[in-house]
C-alpha cells in the first residue's frame, strides 16, 4: 500500500544548529514534493516544492533534496531560531492535484 | 489580500444536528480543495471543486457529506447528521489553476474549521 512517513518523535534541537527532517514514502512515483510547515491550530504553509528531476532546492534558510531512488526528500533548516518551531508535512503529488500529505514532525528548536 | 477565509473557526453540534463550513477561497482563485485532519494523523484529501462542478469527491464519504461551491459564493462543505467520528479540523485550499507539473507554488490554506460533535 502507498505510504508517506516522517518521523513522528519531535525533534529538539538547539538554536543556531541546523534541523534536518526526513520524508520517506513506499509505492508512489510522484511527480513533485512539497514541504508546508504548520502552527498550532493554524493551516499549513507551503514552503517549497521540488520536481522529480531536481536533486536539491533552496529557499533561504531552507533546503530540500529529493531522492527518487532512495525514495526520501530531506529538509533542512540552516541556522535554526526558536521560531522556526513547527509542525513540518511533506506531501506528494503524484502527477495530480490529489496531494498525499504525511503525519508531521514537530520541530522545538531551544533557545 | 485576505487569503483562504473559512468560517467558523471553532463549530460545536451535538449528534444528528447538521454542519456548514464555509471556504471564501482567495481572490482570482478558481480551484478550491477540502481537507479532514483528524488528531495524530496527516491531512487527507476529500474533494475537490471548481466553479459549480465537482471535479472529484473520491475521498469524501458517501453518505452524509456534501460539498458545493456555487457560481456565487463560498464553497460550503455540509455534514448532515453528525456523529462522533466526524470531530476534525477541516480545512480549505485554494490554487489559482489545476495543479500541475511544472507549478512552482503550493496550495493556500486557511486556518480551517474546528468541528467537534458532542
Known amino acids: 500500500s502507498q505510504k508517506i512517513e516522517q518521523n513522528s518523535e519531535a525533534l529538539n534541537i538547539q538554536e543556531g544548529k541546523t534541523a534536518t527532517l526526513t520524508c520517506n514514502y513506499t509505492?508512489?512515483?510522484?511527480?513533485?514534493l512539497q514541504w508546508y510547515r504548520q502552527d498550532p491550530g493554524r493551516g499549513p504553509v507551503f514552503l517549497l516544492l521540488?520536481?522529480?528531476?531536481?536533486k536539491e532546492k533552496r529557499k533561504e534558510r531552507l533546503k530540500v533534496t529529493f531522492d527518487t531512488t532512495l525514495k526520501q526528500s530531506l529538509f533542512h533548516i540552516t541556522a535554526s531560531q526558536p521560531a522556526d518551531s513547527a509542525t513540518y508535512l511533506c506531501?506528494?503529488?503524484?502527477?495530480?492535484?490529489?496531494?498525499?500529505f504525511g503525519t508531521g514532525t514537530r520541530l522545538k528548536v531551544l533557545a | 489580500n485576505a487569503g483562504v477565509m473559512q468560517n467558523p473557526r471553532h463549530l460545536v453540534r451535538r449528534r444528528g444536528q447538521e454542519a456548514r463550513l464555509r471556504c471564501s477561497p482567495m481572490?482570482?482563485?478558481?480551484?478550491v480543495y477540502w481537507y479532514r485532519q483528524l488528531p495524530e494523523e496527516g491531512l487527507k484529501f476529500m474533494v475537490y471543486?471548481?466553479?459549480?462542478?465537482?471535479?472529484?469527491e473520491s475521498g469524501m464519504p458517501k453518505e452524509r457529506f456534501s460539498a458545493e461551491f456555487p457560481k456565487e459564493g463560498p464553497s460550503i462543505l455540509r455534514i448532515q447528521q453528525v456523529v462522533r467520528g466526524d470531530s476534525a479540523a477541516y480545512f480549505c485550499?485554494?490554487?489559482?489553476?489545476?495543479?500541475?507539473?511544472?507549478?512552482?507554488?503550493?496550495?493556500?490554506f486557511g486556518s480551517g474549521t474546528r468541528l467537534t460533535v458532542v
Open positions: 485550499a485554494s490554487s489559482p489553476l489545476r495543479d500541475r507539473e511544472g507549478s512552482n507554488y503550493g496550495y493556500t
Open positions: 481572490k482570482g482563485h478558481s480551484h
Open positions: 471543486l471548481q466553479k459549480e462542478n465537482i471535479i472529484d
Open positions: 509505492n508512489y512515483s510522484p511527480a513533485y
Open positions: 506531501a506528494l503529488a503524484p502527477g495530480t492535484y490529489k496531494y498525499i
Open positions: 521540488i520536481r522529480e528531476n531536481e
